[in-house]
C-alpha cells in the first residue's frame, strides 16, 4: 500500500486499510509519505490484531470538537470548515502539533533547525510512542518504507525497516511528516530532514523501482485529486492549485512506469529466444538483466473533495470531516475489494496495469 501525504485528509487512508483488512487483504509492505507515513507506521507498528484498533485511536486522538456548535446550531454547520481550520491553526491538534510562541518563529529571526517552524510536533511523538509497538515494527514482520527529504542536500530519503542499519524511531516518521513551515526538520544521526512531500507526494517510485521483484498486487491511496472542474471562485482556484501540486503528477509517474515495465517483460521474452550463444555474451546478458517476467497490477484510490471544503481542508481536523473522510474510505476500500476478487493474470506482453476505482460507478 502507498499512501500519499495530506494532514487531516489521511483519515480516508485509515477508512481504505479497515475495509481491505475485513476483507482478508493484508499488505507486506507499506510505503508513505507525511500522514500517509504516519498511517502507514501505525498498521506496521502493530500486531494483526491491534492494527485497526491503534488506527482509530490515532484519529479519535487528533480528533476535534466542532466549536460553537452546540451554542448555535443555526450556524454551526456553514461555519465548519472555516471555524475548524481557525481553531486547528491557532490553538494545534492533540496530540499531533500545538502553535510555538510568536516570538520563537519570527521570520527574520534566526533560529537553531529544530525551532524552525510555527508549531511544535512533541506531542506527536508522544502518540506515536503510545501507539506503536517498534520492536515489532522493526522485527521487519510488515515491510515500511517512509519517505523524506534532506534539508540540506535535497535529496529524498528513504528509512526502511529492512534496509537501514539502525532500528526506526519516532523521528523517522516525525521527519517524513515535517512540512515547512508549519513543521520543524527533524534530526536523525546528523543530518536534518523534511517531509518527503517537498520531493514527491506520491512515493510510488520506491514500489516499482525496487530491486526484489515479484508479481506485485499494490494500492495507491491519493489524497489529493488531479482531475477537478474549472474553478469559478479564487477559493477554489487556491484549492484547484493545492490539489494540482500535491497530486504530484500521478498519472504521469503511473504511464512512465507502465511504459518501463511493459519493456522489460519485453526483454525478457525477447531473451527467452536469444540462441545461447549470444545471451552469455557480456554486452547481451547486461540488457538482459534489465528484463524482468513479473507484473504489477495497481489498484489506484483517489479521494474527492466535498462539496463544502476549502483550501484549507487538509487542516480540518474536526471530528465530523474525519468521520465523513473515513466512510468515504471505507466504501472505496470495499469496491477496490470487491474488484480485487474478479481480478485476472495479465497477458504475457504486460508489464504493469492500473486499475483506477471511480468513486461515482
Not at 487528533?62 to 456548535?69: G, I
Not at 537553531?112 to 514482520?141: A, H, K, W
Not at 483550501?311 to 476500500?333: C, I
Amino acid at each position: 500500500m502507498v499512501f500519499q501525504g495530506g494532514g487531516a485528509l489521511g483519515a480516508y487512508q485509515a477508512g481504505v486499510f479497515e475495509a481491505l483488512a475485513e476483507s482478508g487483504i493484508h499488505p507486506d509492505w507499506l510505503v508513505g509519505t507525511s500522514i500517509g507515513a504516519i498511517n502507514a507506521a501505525l498498521i506496521a507498528g502493530n500486531r494483526p490484531e491491534h492494527r485497526l484498533e491503534r488506527l482509530r485511536q490515532f484519529w479519535a486522538r487528533v480528533a476535534l470538537d466542532r466549536p460553537f456548535a452546540s451554542l448555535m446550531p443555526a450556524i454551526g454547520k456553514p461555519w465548519t470548515p472555516g471555524t475548524a481550520t481557525w481553531q486547528a491553526m491557532t490553538r494545534g491538534v492533540p496530540g499531533f502539533f500545538e502553535p510555538r510562541l510568536p516570538l520563537q518563529w519570527g521570520f527574520s529571526r534566526r533560529l537553531p533547525p529544530g525551532q524552525l517552524s510555527l508549531y511544535d510536533t512533541l506531542p506527536l511523538r508522544q502518540t506515536l510512542l503510545d501507539l506503536i509497538d517498534f520492536d515489532y515494527l522493526n522485527n521487519g514482520e510488515i515491510r515500511l518504507s517512509l519517505f523524506a527529504v534532506n534539508v540540506s542536500s535535497g535529496k529524498p530519503v528513504r528509512f526502511d525497516n529492512r534496509r537501514g542499519s539502525k532500528p526506526l524511531t519516532p523521528e523517522h516518521i516525525m521527519a517524513s511528516g515535517a512540512l515547512p513551515p508549519g513543521f520543524a526538520p527533524i534530526e536523525i544521526d546528523g543530518q536534518w530532514y523534511w517531509d518527503g512531500g517537498i520531493y514527491s507526494n506520491t512515493p510510488l517510485d520506491i514500489v516499482l523501482d525496487d530491486a526484489e521483484r515479484c508479481d506485485t498486487l499494490c494500492f495507491m491511496v491519493d489524497l489529493w485529486d488531479a482531475s477537478e472542474p474549472i474553478p469559478e471562485t479564487l477559493g477554489e482556484a487556491v484549492m484547484r492549485m493545492k490539489n494540482l501540486q500535491f497530486a504530484s503528477r500521478s498519472h504521469e509517474h503511473l504511464r512512465d512506469h507502465r511504459i518501463m515495465q511493459d519493456l522489460r517483460r519485453a526483454v525478457k521474452r525477447l531473451g527467452e529466444h536469444l540462441p545461447p550463444e549470444l545471451a552469455q555474451q557480456p554486452e547481451f546478458k547486461r540488457l538482459l538483466d534489465l528484463g524482468c517476467e513479473h507484473s504489477f497490477d495497481i489498484v489506484h484510490l483517489v479521494m474527492k473533495a466535498q462539496a463544502d471544503e476549502d483550501s484549507f481542508r487538509d487542516v480540518d481536523f474536526s471530528s465530523d470531516a474525519l468521520r465523513l473522510r473515513k466512510a468515504l474510505g471505507l466504501r472505496d476500500g470495499q469496491r477496490a475489494a470487491d474488484y480485487c476478487s474478479r481480478l485476472t493474470p495479465a497477458s504475457d506482453n504486460t508489464g504493469l496495469r492500473v486499475h483506477t476505482i471511480d468513486q461515482d460507478d
